[in-house]
């Protein structure tokens, strides 16, 4: 399973950093993903980082504000989140890729966590 952690109320500009941890299934090997949903809108990529960690993605929105990062010993993938705006306020998923090939559609992903709450104050 995927757990996340680190979600909670900021005022804009302000950062958080989430934390997904990963139990039960194999984690190294594998391309991890964020992505969120905001209230009345489609979930949506945010950002993907490959097994190794050498290669990572972003949504336009998030570029040069957010960070992903991991930690295979830790099993564990983090999104720092930088700068933040009210419209960043979503619950935001980890999940596992499928396959190594970089991909922002859901269904690529088998793996998800149960979401963490980020609200954005102005």
């Known amino acids: 399973q995927l757990v996340e952690s680190g979600g909670g109320l900021v005022q804009a500009g302000g950062s958080l950093r989430l934390s997904c941890a990963a139990s039960?299934?194999?984690?190294?090997?594998?391309?991890m993903g964020w992505f969120r949903q905001a209230p009345g809108k489609e979930r949506e990529f945010v950002a993907h980082i490959i097994w190794s960690g050498s290669n990572t993605y972003y949504a336009d929105s998030v570029k040069g504000r957010f960070t992903i990062s991991r930690d295979n010993a830790k099993k564990t993938v983090y999104l720092q989140m930088n700068s933040l705006k009210p419209e960043d306020t979503a619950v935001y998923y980890c999940?596992?890729?499928?396959?190594?090939?970089?991909?922002?559609?859901?269904?690529?992903?088998?793996?998800w966590g149960q979401g963490t709450q980020v609200t954005v104050s102005s």
């Open positions: 039960g299934l194999t984690f190294s090997s594998y391309a």
């Open positions: 999940a596992r890729s499928r396959g190594s090939v970089y991909s922002r559609a859901e269904y690529e992903y088998d793996y």
